[in-house]
């Protein structure tokens, strides 16, 4: 049988940030491309909202043919519904003008139910949210420039800095622009199978740092849930040359931060310890390298390890199935 369609409410306002819905609307619709090839029905059926028919982005081009705000939207609709609010320019969100404020009375009578009626905010769309309401007692993100504005309009919520995106059903936050692409991939992922995500992440050409794959099967991948500038120049620079004479205090230079720092940097944003990531990063390589016919010594110094017997005992210290020598099984339990 079926998954029933879902139907997505982008609701646009003047200024909308033109790049918090167009990324994750384009992610939907090749989502459908994607489960229409495999014989599958297509899942999202996106519809654009707002109190106007038409609106300004934030780039200048209008937006005609907006529908109405649906009322009533109840707790239980037909078809289950997503209703995605997005961020508008400024260091701060103004609310008091009339389109806004018709949008927060119509966003104060929502009744939120996990997979039926659900809210999805991008970038400033959850100060929108806050001021909705709908956010007290939840855990939420947004941009930065917002956090201390999201947690003066709600102090109730439990917001969350320094992520991607924030998971607290029925309410998905993300923190803005493409990290609303990460969000729908995310949500794409566990509705459609991650092939359908990783299709569609690579037809965006997106890097999927907090995409649908298993953690486990793609460390250069993860371990990058976070928007610590300084973590992610390490990050980089480990991911790119595995193999060089890491040390914690040559990461640290990299991050320009004390060894100590660094490793609580690590540990508070990646939730892994520096060297425990560079075997990681390095066992990767060497999978790599065995995978494109190198033999185990080839493999072991082309991702950095001093022997044979180190990659082995990383092979084994991460719970790898198969062995070095078998390239045919590789992979994560």
């Given at each position: 049988m ?12 003047p200024?909308?940030l033109l ?10 619709r090749?989502a459908n ?7 599958r029905e297509a ?5 654009f909202i707002?109190t ?27 078809t ?8 508008q320019?400024?260091?701060t969100?103004?609310v008091?003008?009339?389109?806004t ?14 997979d ?9 769309g959850?100060?929108?949210a806050?001021?909705?309401?709908l956010?007290a ?6 941009h930065h ?18 992520r991607?995106?924030?998971e ?12 609303g692409?990460d969000?729908?991939?995310?949500r794409i992922?566990?509705?459609c199978g991650e ?7 690579q037809t965006m ?9 298993d ?9 990058r849930?976070h ?8 990050q980089?620079?480990?991911?790119s040359q595995?193999?060089q004479d890491?040390?914690?205090?040559a ?7 004390s060894p100590r ?8 944003n990646a939730?892994?310890?520096p060297l425990q ?10 999978q790599?390298a ?16 001093s ?16 062995t ?6 590789l992979?994560?339990?």
């Open positions: 079926a998954a029933p369609p879902l139907r997505i409410l982008f609701v646009l306002q200024g909308s790049l918090d819905w167009a990324g994750p609307a384009e992610a939907l090749l491309q994607c489960l229409q090839a495999q014989g899942r999202f059926a996106r519809q707002g106007q028919p038409e609106a300004a982005t934030s780039v200048g081009c209008m937006i005609s043919g907006l529908q109405p705000l649906p009322t009533p939207l109840l707790a239980s609709p037909a289950p519904t997503w209703v995605v609010l997005v961020g320019p400024g260091q969100i103004d008091n003008n009339a389109p404020q018709a949008l927060l009375h119509w966003l104060r009578g929502l009744r939120l139910v996990p039926q009626l659900e809210l999805v905010t991008i970038c400033a959850s100060v929108l806050a001021h909705a309401g956010l007692g939840r855990r939420v993100t947004t420039h917002h956090l201390e504005e999201l947690q003066a309009v709600e102090p109730s919520c439990q917001v969350i800095a320094n991607v995106f924030v607290d059903a029925p309410v998905y936050s993300s923190a803005g622009v493409t990290t692409v969000l729908m991939l995310h992922s566990g509705l092939v359908v995500a990783a299709q569609v992440a050409v997106v890097a999927m740092r907090r995409g649908p794959q953690p486990e099967l793609s460390p250069f991948l993860s371990y849930n928007l610590h500038p300084a973590l992610h120049r390490v980089d620079a480990v991911s595995p193999a890491w040390t914690v205090p990461m640290a230079n990299i991050a320009h931060a720092h660094l490793t609580r940097l690590f540990l508070e939730g892994i310890a990531y560079l075997r990681r990063i390095r066992l990767a390589a060497a790599a065995l995978q494109s016919g190198s033999n185990v010594t080839q493999a072991a110094e082309m991702a950095g390890f022997s044979d017997t180190q990659l082995r005992r990383a092979w084994h210290q991460f719970d790898m199935t198969g070095p020598s078998k390239p045919e099984t992979s994560n339990k």
